[in-house]
Every structure is written in C-alpha cells, then in structure tokens.
C-alpha cells in the first residue's frame, strides 16, 4: 500500500470514528476563526516539546501521542465545554439563579497530504443544556448567559474550504454559520451578554441569519487582495424553521422560507501588514438584503429586508514594545434596518478591552461593555393602537474580567446591569454571572 492510501484509508477511519462524537459538542471558541485554529493545532503538533498536564495545550493532552500522529497526517480536533453560571439578586420579574452549558467538538480534515493542496474539510457540533435567566426570572431581551440557545444535541458545521493565492482567497460551501464569517470580531468573545458574544444580537431579532450553533446552506468568499482590505461575500439559505431544535442541525433541506440571504462585507486593516509597528485596527462596513417576503408590523407583507452595519475597533494604548499585543482596545458596532418590519431598527454597542493589564498576566482581558438596542417605532405604535404597552428600549452595561489560569483553563467573573428590560416596565436587573471554560482535546 503505498502512502497515499495509507493516508486515505486513516483519513476514513477516523471520520468513522469520531463523526458521531460531533453530534455531541461546540461553543463561542469552537464558533469562530475555525481554519486559524486548526492550523495553529497542526503547528503546535510539529514540534518535540511535550509538557506537562498543567503547562500543556489541552486538559487531556496529547493522548499518548496519538493526536501528534494525526495532527501530522493533516487530522486534527478541538474540544471545550464552557458554563454560564448567573443569578439575579436585584430586579427583573423575579429574582433567581441560572445555569447553562455547552460541550464542542470540532474536526478539521487538511487535504494536503493526499494531494489536494488548499482542500480542507471541517465540521462541528454541539452539546447544549441548562436554562436561562432572561427568560425565567428577568424577561429581558439580550440573554444574559452566551452559552444559552438550543438547549440540544446539533450538528453545527458541515463544510468543504479551499485557500489559495497563500490564503489570499478563501472558498467555503456546505453547512455554514454566517456568524461566524460576517459580524464578527475576537473581542466580542471576551464578553458574556450575548448582546455582545459571537455577533451584535439585534440581527438574529430581525432575519434569520445563522449563527453558532445553527447553520444552513451556503457559500462563502473571502479575498484579500491587498494587506490593508480585506472583502467577503456570502450567499445562505434563509430558513428560520430548520434552525428548530427538534431537527437536530440535520433537516438538510434547500426548501426557502424567506428567500436567499445575500451578504457583503469590506474590512480596512490598519497596521496589519507584517512587521507592521502601529497600532492595529479594523474598519468594517457591511450590508445584507434578503429576497423574502417579510411581515410588517402594520399587517401585509413586503418584499425583501436588509440592514447596513458597521463594525470599527482599534487599539489605542499599547504596553510594551512596538509589537505588544498588550494594551486597551475600543470598539462599537452599529446597525441600522427598517423600522416598518425589524424588531430592532437601531442597535448600537460599544466597548473597551485592555489585554494584559496586570504583571504577569499577559492573556487576561478586563473588559467593559455597553449595549442600546431600540425597538421599533412602527411596532410600538401598534401595540399602543392594540392597547398593549409599547415596548421601547433596553441597555445592558456589562463589566467582566478574563483570567487565563493556563493554556486551557479560564474564569470569567462578571457583572451586569439591565436598564428598562424588554423595553416595559420591568424592575431594573443586576446580575452577577461567571463564565468557565475548559479545552479538552
């Protein structure tokens, strides 16, 4: 047998293996930047240093060396299980204490090794249990605990990549999270509203855009043609009924409810360039439109939906020399929709984030946030006419702390502040929350 079908034939293997262990995890770390990672898995298993279980790069190591011989065959996985853990000792409809968990696993499979240079496979999934306290005891709108949604076992990704021109071009098609490619940024991981987490919220309130752990149909390029911009193009299949639970992340169907999702976005990179000296930034500006057909509050319908947004962050104080990643970042996000058929017409957050501020620790992240989300005028009108009371905006200020104890192990103490919950006359809530995560594999 010679090395190609070696490798072929392990390839196979291991897809058998280990494809029904995805039908059991992922969370925000799993969601996010998934081809950056693998690749960095793959350059760790290079080396000879092997640490000990405290030091190492995961939980449970290197099992034995078996993740290095995969790893080297192009074969890698990315496990974690994250906990959001939140109580609500002051205001909201009832004060009480939530708990919620999610356990990941990913698998990417690099073609190179049996001649299909660029080629990769991945896929994920998920593990989600426990309950939220947004909706059991405060009622507002942007939940308090990331970790919380589809309280399920799902099939996250399913999808075929290919880079070329040095990872100038990238080519996605399959099961895909737009989340994770559009409206997104690493600082907003560091947060545990998800207001901020993942994605500025207020998108999944108006269309149905996909998100981790929920994916649909869809194809993805990225192009990079100078170092300082970066443009993305997507097309997904919009269909809010197979995000439902009950199916799993399996309805594999291409029937539309609402059209296609139509998505473009264009990042200026400032400083990004390699051996750049200056303070990095990204200047992002997005639009999407979907083709369906969509309610207005007002009764009827009416043809397509679309939403213009922004996304800026940049770094302005840097500790440490002129490539020192230490230091405290801005960032806000701004998106904007019509108000006659999207539940949040405006949303605005913004935030600031300091990476390594203390000696000694240079992986933690002090983070404080502030989130507005106005609901639609249009509706509230309505609910007014119906005799019902109009729904108007609501804030969340979020303060959190980031403690890396070691290359797999973290704690996030946080606090947060819920002003006029779901827009109503709900009390005020202050929630006292913690985020824990660990990488297994």
């Given at each position: ?5 070696y ?10 293996l ?7 995890g992922?969370?925000?770390?799993i969601?996010?930047?998934s ?8 350059e760790h298993?290079?080396?000879?240093e092997r ?9 449970t ?14 074969i890698?996985f ?28 990913s ?27 947004s ?8 939940p ?8 399920t ?5 399913l999808?075929?990549?290919?880079a ?18 559009f ?13 901020f ?8 309130f ?6 981790y ?9 990225f192009?990079?043609?100078y170092?300082y911009?970066?443009?993305k ?12 639970a ?13 059209g ?6 264009w990042?200026?990179l400032v ?8 303070m990095?930034?990204h200047y ?10 969509e ?6 319908k ?5 939403c213009?947004?922004f996304l800026f962050?940049?770094?302005?104080v ?14 806000i ?8 058929r ?7 957050d ?7 501020l ?14 507005y989300?106005?609901y ?23 303060l959190?702390?980031w ?7 973290y ?8 002003v006029?919950?779901r827009?109503?006359?709900i ?15």
């Amino acid at each position: 047998m010679d090395k190609a079908q070696y490798l072929s034939r392990e390839i196979l293997r291991c897809v058998f293996l280990f494809f029904p262990l995805l039908l059991l995890g992922a969370d925000h770390r799993i969601s996010q930047a998934s081809r950056q990672r693998h690749q960095a898995i793959r350059e760790h298993y290079k080396g000879t240093e092997r640490l000990g279980w405290w030091e190492g790069r995961t939980m449970t190591g290197d099992w034995e060396g078996r993740l290095t011989k995969l790893a080297r065959m192009g074969i890698t996985f990315d496990s974690n299980f994250t906990t959001d853990i939140a109580a609500n000792p002051v205001g909201g409809q009832a004060k009480g204490f939530a708990y919620a968990g999610s356990y990941g696993l990913s698998l990417n499979i690099n073609c190179e090794k049996v001649g299909f240079q660029g080629l990769d496979l991945f896929s994920s999934a998920v593990w989600r249990t426990g309950t939220s306290l947004s909706q059991r005891k405060i009622g507002n709108q942007f939940p308090v605990q990331q970790v919380f949604g589809s309280q399920t076992v799902k099939l996250n990704e399913l999808y075929l990549s290919l880079a070329a021109w040095e990872e100038g071009i990238l080519i996605k098609a399959g099961r895909l999270d737009a989340g994770n490619d559009f409206l997104a940024s690493p600082l907003y991981s560091r947060y545990v509203n998800n207001g901020f987490n993942g994605n500025p919220v207020a998108v999944f309130f108006n269309v149905p855009f996909t998100a981790y752990p929920n994916s649909t149909w869809g194809a993805y390029l990225f192009c990079r043609p100078y170092q300082y911009l970066s443009m993305k193009y997507a097309a997904f299949n919009a269909n809010s009924d197979v995000l439902k639970a009950k199916y799993h992340g399996v309805n594999f169907t291409f029937q539309s409810t609402n059209g296609v999702l139509w998505i473009t976005e264009w990042c200026a990179l400032v400083n990004q360039e390699q051996g750049a000296s200056g303070m990095p930034g990204h200047y992002k500006v997005g639009y999407y439109y979907m083709t369906g057909d969509e309610p207005k509050f007002t009764g009827g319908k009416q043809r397509g939906d679309q939403c213009l947004y922004f996304l800026f962050d940049q770094m302005i104080v840097r500790q440490g020399g002129s490539l020192s990643t230490r230091g405290l970042t801005s960032f806000i996000s701004l998106l904007l929709a019509p108000k006659n058929r999207n539940l949040f017409p405006f949303y605005f957050d913004a935030g600031l984030q300091y990476r390594g501020l203390f000696p000694g620790r240079p992986d933690d992240y002090l983070s404080l946030g502030y989130i507005y989300g106005k609901y639609s005028s249009t509706q509230a009108r309505v609910q007014r006419s119906e005799g019902k009371e109009a729904e108007n905006f609501e804030t969340v200020w979020e303060l959190s702390y980031w403690a890396q104890i070691n290359q797999w192990f973290y704690i996030t103490p946080d606090l947060q502040y819920i002003v006029h919950p779901r827009g109503l006359h709900i009390p005020n809530a202050f929630v006292i929350a913690a985020q824990i995560g660990f990488d297994i594999w």
